[in-house]
């Protein structure tokens, strides 16, 4: 299926934006740190699989986040259908995940930056995710949601250093 415009593509990555966000506000208001997807596991190169930034509750609440934005929009604008929703959420946590296991393989511990790395794993795991399924976006319109995500995790590292919830503006 065919997905045109920028406004359609903004509303199947929706899910994924939240299911992104989620997990690092309920670490820190509702489960604190949580257990480790890779339980720890070393690899021969001396680094985590993974590490202890990526965890179950991190991806069950993205998950529940996820598609209940999906549901959200679903019921204001009559889509994403819900399967696109639950598509676009695990797809973007995956992104994330696998963000993470090419962070440990070149050496970066949790937490170190990746730019473009760090705020595009997840749009990609989702594309990709949507696009296995049939569901296909225009390519000027994923170049310009991309610029958009990029905005908007600038804008919002700002807003989370005003509030006091983050130490630096980055
Ligand atoms: N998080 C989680 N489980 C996930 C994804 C994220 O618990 N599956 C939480 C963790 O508390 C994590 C935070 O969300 O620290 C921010 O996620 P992210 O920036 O992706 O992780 P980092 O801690 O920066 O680790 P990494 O270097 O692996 O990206
Ligand atoms: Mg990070």
């Known amino acids: 299926m065919d997905i045109g415009g920028i406004v359609e593509t903004l509303i199947y990555i ?8 989620a997990p690092v ?8 740190p949580g257990h480790p997807i890779d339980m720890g596991l070393t690899l021969p190169d001396g680094r985590r699989l ?8 991190g991806f069950i609440f993205g998950m529940t986040i996820g598609v209940a934005a999906g549901l959200l929009l679903l019921a204001l604008l009559d889509k994403p259908p819900i399967t ?7 797809g ?13 393989r070149m ?3 949790r937490g170190v930056q990746a730019p473009l790395l760090d705020q595009l794993d997840f749009y990609i ?20 949601v991309a ?24």
């Open 25 to 32: 506000v309920g670490s820190r208001i509702l489960y604190g």
């Open 84 to 90: 696109a929703s639950i598509l676009s959420s695990a």
């Open 50 to 57: 993974l590490g202890d930034g990526k965890t179950f509750e």
């Open 92 to 104: 973007a946590l995956a992104g994330d995940i696998i963000g993470s296991f090419i962070k440990r």
């Open 125 to 144: 795991g989702a594309l990709a995710t949507l696009w296995l399924a049939g569901y296909r976006f225009d390519p000027a319109s994923i170049i310009i």
């Open 107 to 109: 050496g970066l511990e």
């Open 14 to 21: 929706a899910p994924a934006m939240a299911a992104n966000g």
């Open 147 to 170: 610029l958009v995500i990029l905005v908007l995790h600038v804008a919002t590292n700002r807003l989370a250093y005003l509030l006091g919830l983050k130490s630096v503006p980055w």
